[in-house]
């Protein structure tokens, strides 16, 4: 039988050289800043500012695992609940993952119990994986490669089942107590590969070590709010992104100097990558917050030349929410009579504002000029 790989003990701090990427550390850390700093200075809402963006996470990242979900589907699926699909619900499920994530995070560690509690909602349902044991880790051998491979042709081997439980207690132990003096977007970058090389789950391992991201970042105090996502960037690299990660899976012997330092470039190849995608993701998220703040100023301006309301911006806010809505998820939303708020949609759509699908029942109106930013990223 083909060989279960034996995975590093962390802190791996030995194998690190910080040499090998310290500029692009530097101008991540500055770029994630800004971004902060543009989420907290914005007049809007964060809520209308993060809700696409999390959007976007949670279709990317289960897009890399083969989902061929887009953001029209999802949005067409915020005016008419009757359109889920199987994908739909594994990024529904994503989302309240991260939800569910996030709340935890602020009460408890980030633990085995929050993993699992985390992965037992991103397969819950009628979606890939419901039979997989969610929320338990995995009790059998299991196996990376192509289509109808078998363990002898695998690319990659995790663990032993027998070992899960001991390599995800070092991987927490790191977490919250780690031993080294490593800058935090480097430890993400080496915990995000070690959570993938242990693969504790039968299925959705790299959802879930993808959620671990923004939750860690979050917790040592890098960002204000679990809020900042890179799988768009990696969906963008993941062929990339997949042989890096499988490369920092080096077998290393004690007195092979020759194999310590093949495996500390590959370990600084990932880190200087996964610090890239964060480079670009927050460059991204700046420039898609300064388009959304620019329009959100503009629609306000343009919508109170034709409607004098004290509830006109809870409709538009709800308009950044939900750019493709019908009226039943406005009045969900907004305490506001019917049939004022048709006459104010048949204003909005008389200014081209918003545009209307013309049935004269279960209308959806489209915000194209929100959806053609959010279609650009």
């Not at 019917?338 to 049935?359: H, P, R």
Request: net charge negative.
């Amino acid at each position: 039988m083909a060989k279960a790989y034996e995975p590093f003990k962390l802190p791996i701090d030995n194998l690190i050289n910080i040499n090998e990427f310290i500029n692009e550390l530097l101008e991540a850390n500055k770029s994630v800043g800004v971004y902060q700093v543009l989420l907290n200075r914005s007049k809007i809402d964060p809520e209308l500012l993060l809700t696409p963006i999390t959007l976007q996470e949670a279709i990317q990242s289960t897009k890399i695992e083969g989902t061929q979900v887009t953001l029209d589907d999802m949005l067409e699926y915020g005016a008419d609940e009757n359109k889920k699909t199987n994908d739909i619900q594994e990024v529904l499920n994503y989302s309240e993952a991260l939800r569910v994530g996030e709340d935890l995070i602020r009460r408890i560690p980030i633990s085995t119990r929050l993993i699992r509690e985390m992965h037992e909602i991103l397969l819950s349902g009628d979606v890939r994986g419901k039979n997989r044991n969610p929320g338990e880790f995995r009790r059998i051998q299991n196996f990376i490669g192509p289509e109808g491979c078998t363990i002898q042709t695998a690319s990659y081997i995790p663990p032993e089942p027998q070992l899960v439980s001991e390599y995800m207690s070092n991987l927490e132990k790191y977490i919250n107590e780690p031993k080294d003096n490593l800058h935090d977007l480097i430890r993400i970058a080496i915990i995000h590969a070690q959570f993938e090389t242990i693969h504790p789950f039968l299925d959705g391992n790299g959802r879930i070590g993808r959620i671990l991201i923004p939750l860690y970042l979050f917790d040592k105090g890098v960002i204000d709010s679990p809020n900042f996502f890179i799988s768009e960037s990696l969906e963008k690299d993941k062929f990339k992104y997949y042989k890096l990660l499988n490369d920092t899976t080096i077998e290393v012997s004690n007195e092979d100097d020759k194999s310590k330092m093949l495996a500390s470039q590959r370990w600084n190849t990932w880190i200087k990558f996964f610090i890239t995608a964060v480079i670009n993701q927050a460059n991204q998220n700046i420039k898609l917050i300064d388009k959304i703040d620019e329009l959100y100023n503009i629609t306000i301006d343009e919508s109170r030349k034709i409607i004098n309301s004290n509830k006109l911006i809870d409709i538009v806010n709800v308009m950044f929410k939900l750019p493709i809505f019908n009226k039943k998820r406005i009045l969900e939303m907004v305490d506001i009579p019917s049939s004022t708020l048709g006459v104010y949609l048949n204003k909005l759509e008389e200014k081209q504002i918003i545009y209307s699908d013309g049935k004269s029942r279960n209308k959806k109106y489209y915000f194209y000029d929100l959806i053609n930013i959010l279609r650009q990223q």
